[in-house]
């Protein structure tokens, strides 16, 4: 509801904050194929989120923070698949358990 909410007023961007915090894995699908729709409609949207496997499947661009500094930026491929910085190897190593 609160992301049909705030689409009333046909914003630009969306902005989301853990969207999909708190809630059980069959409302986290709602949810994130409702973010994939509007994503598919060319909505401009800015998120946070500690799911990267859904970050990886809907972003264009992912930043990666640790330590309130950004460590990475660029396309999901690059970020998530073959990360330049050490910090971002070893949270990619930990979180998707691969080789990064």
Do not use: Y
């Not at 460590?71 to 971002?88: A, Y």
Request: glycine content about 6%.
């Amino acid at each position: 509801m609160a992301i049909a909410r705030a689409l009333m007023p046909d914003p630009k961007p969306m902005l989301f904050d853990e969207v999909t915090s708190a809630l059980d894995p069959e409302r986290v699908a709602e949810v994130e194929a409702v973010i994939m729709g509007l994503a598919e409609q060319g909505m401009p949207m800015m998120m946070v989120t500690h799911d990267m496997w859904f970050a990886r499947d809907v972003a264009s661009r992912v930043i990666f923070c640790a330590g309130g500094v950004v460590v990475e930026d660029g396309p999901p491929e690059q970020v998530l698949g073959e990360p330049k910085e050490e910090r971002t190897r070893e949270f990619i190593n930990r979180v998707f358990h691969i080789k990064a």
